[in-house]
């Protein structure tokens, strides 16, 4: 009797190609890059299934350094060509790689429209607040005061929150991290992997170049303790170097405030719990920003619905696989409001 013997377990390098990493000397895509390789071995992922597709940018260079099927695609088209894909080849495990240009300004429309149909994929934008590869200018989720060749005296826009954005289009799972910190990343992205539909998932992520250290506020040694809080369905809110800090419901409103256990009657009763299925708190904790409040990472939000592509493999099946009659098409073209002009 013959016995078939599982494939070998891959090993984060066996995701790497043979292609050089051609990104800037301390860009933060390279920890992105053994970071998902390393989620991807550690879920058990198929190089042979498994598909990254990207449209322009510094970040959409990733499908190159994977040893898997790969498409890259054009400027913020690539969540259109993602769902094609899905739709065709349900079986694949599909992500999608984009930044904060490619994926919110040319691509605002079609990530939209990915989040609202909930196809069942990964997104990973990489967010440095700036246009990278055409050397520096504003991108949608610069800050107001942003100095590039676009803005030279300083952007004016207010910036677009991508999580909140994708709260906004009605995304079932939303998610931060950051590019150095590789336990949180991987963790994120095997969490993003398990859910069924479109996973969004915002990375935090360096430009050594024209935006450098523009998350220090909340990513430096000194400081990250107390101006990052990492969130844990059912966990506390609290944050701080001892965790003695945390957040509540502002009394009379409905926003978050911080406080201090042990001050002014501070219990842990009135510190909050995380719930990654309450949008509410999710958008709440998405628009929080240092240093008034920390900055929120982990998963926001994670409450799935029914995926995509069944619906529309199913409503397919639905319609007549009998090719038409030249008389029913002809009666079809001629039904409704046509007339016959007369010599």
């Known amino acids: 009797m013959n016995v078939l013997t599982p494939p070998p377990a891959l090993k984060p390098q066996d995701f790497a190609s043979d292609q050089e990493v051609r990104w800037c000397p301390g860009c933060g895509d390279y920890a992105i890059l053994k970071g998902v390789q390393k989620a991807l071995a550690e879920i058990g992922a ?14 959409s260079r990733f499908p190159y350094y994977m040893s898997t099927y790969g498409f890259h695609t054009i400027h913020g088209r690539a969540p259109a060509v993602a769902t ?34 909930n196809v069942d994929l990964q997104i990973l934008l990489f967010n440095n607040e700036i246009y990278g590869l055409t050397k520096g200018q504003s991108s949608p989720t610069s800050r107001v005061g942003t100095r590039s060749p676009s803005t030279p005296t300083g952007s004016v826009e207010r910036p677009v929150s991508p999580p909140l954005f994708a709260l906004g289009a009605g995304a079932r799972f939303v998610a931060r991290t950051v590019d150095t910190q590789m336990k949180p990343l ?11 539909g479109t996973s969004f998932v915002e990375i935090f992520q360096n430009c050594i170049v024209y935006n450098d250290a523009v998350f220090e506020d909340f990513t430096a040694k000194d400081v990250a303790a107390d101006n990052q809080i990492v ?17 509540r419901l502002r009394p009379g409103r409905l926003d978050l405030e911080v406080v201090t256990a042990g001050v002014d009657g501070v219990g842990p009763d009135d510190v909050l719990r995380h719930d990654e299925t309450s949008p509410t708190l999710a958008w709440m904790l998405a628009a929080m920003t240092p240093p008034e409040m920390p900055m929120a990472l982990g998963v926001l939000y994670c409450d799935p619905a029914p995926s995509f592509a069944p619906a529309v493999v199913a409503d397919s099946t639905a319609i007549p696989t009998s090719p038409p009659t030249p008389e029913a098409l002809n009666a079809l073209l001629r039904r409704g409001h046509t007339w016959t002009i007369a010599d």
């Open 46 to 59: 198929r190089t042979e299934e498994t598909v990254f597709i990207s449209g322009i940018g510094c970040s």
């Open 84 to 117: 094609g894909l899905k739709l065709a080849n349900p079986a694949l495990d599909v992500w999608v790689v984009t930044g904060d240009g490619d994926g919110l300004s040319i691509g605002g429309n079609h990530m939209l429209h990915v989040l609202r149909r």
């Open 186 to 196: 991987v963790a994120v992205m095997k969490r993003a992997q398990a859910h069924c």
């Open 231 to 247: 969130v844990s369905h059912g966990e506390p809110l609290l944050f701080g170097r001892d965790r003695q800090k945390g957040l």
